[in-house]
């Protein structure tokens, strides 16, 4: 192989390597971009569960991070994960370290879907009836007398208010 091959390739390695970064990012823009396009409503309905709003940023979204984590141990409730004008890189790592207790996670970068949730900032956790409409907002960390007290004792009446309609819709 002569001299001016050799260069020739090395420069075609280096310009792949120099788009590699920026075609990386497209594609991640296009399934953000997709991801924000869908109807997370779809995603509640038929059981109930708790979407919980958080950032990779916010202290006090740690401090609340290991009840959601015994939530999911215990299977308890599904939780959904709403990461808040965060990078997902960012929310990714923190989930890494910390133990993602989210059924799934979507991402807000923009802010604009927790508009729609009415959300004044992070923490923010709901309960959310099988029939996909809000049940319970609460404000600021979830603590243990929370979740024991007011979250909880939400989750049980709203699955039996659904097994009593999906009964009556069957004749029994």
């Known amino acids: 192989m002569s001299m001016d091959s050799q260069q020739s390739s090395a420069e075609t390695g ?4 120099a ?12 399934v953000l971009a997709w991801g924000l396009t869908q ?14 709003v958080f950032a990779s940023w916010c ?5 609340e991070h290991p009840l959601f984590m015994y939530l999911a141990a215990q299977g308890t409730v599904p ?5 808040y004008k965060d ?17 799934r996670t979507g991402a807000d970068i923009s802010g604009n879907v927790a508009i729609d949730w009415g959300v004044y900032g992070v923490p923010e956790t709901f309960v959310v009836g099988a029939d996909g409409l809000i049940a319970y907002k609460h404000i600021g960390p979830v603590n243990e007398e929370v979740l024991a007290e007011t979250i909880l004792p939400l ?5 039996q208010r659904t097994a009593d309609r999906d009964k009556q819709e069957v004749g029994l």
């Open 19 to 30: 788009f590699l970064p920026l075609t990386v990012a497209a594609a991640l823009a296009i």
């Open 39 to 52: 109807d997370p409503s779809g995603d509640l309905k038929g059981e109930v569960s708790l979407v919980n």
């Open 59 to 63: 202290v006090a979204c740690r401090e």
């Open 14 to 17: 280096r310009r792949v390597l």
């Open 87 to 103: 990078q997902p890189d960012d929310a990714a790592q923190w989930l890494d370290s910390l133990g993602d207790s989210y059924t």
């Open 155 to 159: 989750v049980e009446p709203l699955r």
């Open 79 to 83: 939780l959904y994960g709403l990461n």
